[in-house]
């Protein structure tokens, strides 16, 4: 199926926005954060 493959299961989402990151992704990010910032992006560009 692929890194993207299993969201053609998801019939419907429960939220607009949806982060999806690969499983062996290490980091220190900050997803509050980053989602926060985007939607400060998100309300730049609509």
Known sequence: ???IG???KVEAFQNEHVLITNS???TNL???DFYLDFLKMMRIFL
Request: proline content about 0%; charged content about 15%; hydrophobic content about 40%.
């Open 1 to 3: 199926m692929g890194t």
């Open 6 to 8: 299993a969201l053609s």
């Open 24 to 26: 062996d992704l290490l």
């Open 30 to 32: 900050n997803y509050e």
